[in-house]
């Protein structure tokens, strides 16, 4: 499981989707704005239970992207695509197709876009929106427990339940304590490998910071679509090392939630 190798694979699998991913961030930006602007003092209390649904759907969001099965093009049919575009007066954007001609014409299709996975996914956390409050909330509870007692135990507790939502992705009905100790159970041995992992994007997100948080619309795709295939090199390690069984978690496709 080498790090430098998930990462380059979750930049080509975000590649073709830079459109809808724009778009997410500012739906999210609008989402969490109208709610703290509509429930005043009582907003994060909301944001508490509200949290759930939304980590779910985008775990799912990201889980889909990771498992898209793309082949990279060589050099040449890039060369071949790059020329066939500009003899079309056609030039991409974040994943948007536009063409220049007696007018601009922005497509957003994904039909013309087979590598770009529909935003609906996002909203499936909701479909399921008991379970992925209940998880949560215990896992942030459980969290900040351990970190009552110090700030590294804190630290460990969070590395053991970081897979929970990948886990309640592919088996949104499982139950949550089932989820968290499936979670520890896998984690244990790679605790600190997906702590490097977490270290590599501090130079991502120092620059999102100082960009006035716009960067995040690249960063978050870009640190979720990484832990969505740490988490399926993951389970599939775990399988093979007899640490789960392989029916246990399963792996739900897009068209069965």
């Not at 709610?35 to 799912?60: D, K, W, Y």
């Not at 460990?156 to 089932?178: C, E, G, H, W």
């Amino acid at each position: 499981m080498e790090l430098g190798r998930l990462k380059k694979k979750a930049r080509f699998q975000l590649s073709n989707n830079g459109s809808n991913l724009a778009l997410l961030f500012l739906m999210t930006v609008a989402f969490y704005a109208l709610l703290f602007f509509m429930l005043g003092r009582f907003s994060l209390e909301a944001v508490l239970i509200i949290n759930g649904p939304v980590v779910l759907g985008f775990t799912i969001y990201f889980l889909a992207i990771s498992r898209v099965e793309k082949k990279p093009r060589t050099k040449k049919e890039k060369e071949d695509k790059d020329k066939e575009k500009k003899q079309k007066g056609k030039f991409s954007i974040f994943g948007a197709e536009i063409t220049i001609g007696k007018k601009i014409k922005i497509n957003l299709d994904t039909a013309e876009h087979p590598y770009r996975v529909s935003m609906k996914y996002v909203f499936y956390g909701f479909k399921y929106f008991l379970n992925a409050a209940a998880l949560y909330i215990w896992t942030t509870l459980l969290i900040l427990v351990w970190s009552v007692l110090l700030i590294v135990p804190g630290v460990i507790k969070a590395l053991d339940l970081s897979m929970s939502f990948f886990i309640l992705a592919d088996n949104p009905t499982m139950d949550v304590r089932q989820a968290t100790n499936l979670s520890a159970r896998m984690m244990k041995g790679y605790r600190k490998k997906f702590f490097l992992l977490n270290l590599s994007f501090i130079g991502w997100i120092l620059i999102s910071i100082f960009t006035f948080s716009i960067g995040f619309a690249i960063t978050i795709p870009y640190m979720m679509t990484t832990y969505a295939l740490f988490y399926d090199e993951l389970k599939n390690e775990s399988i093979r090392n007899g640490i789960i069984a392989e029916d246990e978690i399963g792996t739900k496709r897009l068209w069965e939630y």
